[in-house]
């Protein structure tokens, strides 16, 4: 049989988002270790691994991962988990508001009083309105964004 060694100079080290948006970014930033030091987007680049050791999810963490991360251990919860308003049917004329800081927001409408039928899932616009085909339950957008693209 025939066998081939790979031989290398140095141990392979993988490439962590970390490492990749940390050489994206300014040379002066710091990487925010609270909530409180967050004030743009290049305060949210872990630190990445110290050598020869795995990473914790806080220093690989970037972006929004590393903004809910740093907000769980002050205790805060920084995305509204909180379900929507099912004490009533939104209609055309008083529809259910969703918060969204983009220009669309998926919904799952299980019915008035809540749990009345399987969930239906619904994608409410700027444009238009989002409709249950089951109860005929309306949810409105109320779009918080800037209008800046974020891709």
Not at 1 to 16: D, G, H, K, N
Not at 121 to 127: D, G, H, S
Request: net charge negative; aromatic share 10%.
């Amino acid at each position: 049989m025939f066998r081939q060694t790979l031989r290398l100079a140095r141990p392979a080290r993988f490439f962590s988002t970390s490492l990749i948006a940390r050489n994206s970014a300014p040379k002066e930033f710091k990487t925010a270790k609270t909530l409180s030091e967050v004030h743009d987007k290049f305060d949210l680049i872990g630190t990445g691994a110290a050598p020869n050791t795995v990473p914790t999810d806080l220093e690989q963490a970037t972006g929004l991962e590393r903004f809910e991360l740093l907000g769980k251990l002050e205790g805060i919860e920084v995305f509204e988990n909180e379900p929507l308003d099912a004490s009533r049917t939104g209609t055309i004329a008083n529809p259910i508001v969703i918060d969204s800081y983009d220009n669309y927001r998926y919904v799952g409408c299980t019915g008035s009083p809540a749990g009345s039928h399987e969930i239906m899932w619904l994608k409410p616009t700027i444009e238009k309105v989002g409709r249950c085909w089951e109860c005929g339950s309306v949810y409105k957008l109320n779009y918080l964004g800037t209008g800046e693209s974020h891709h």
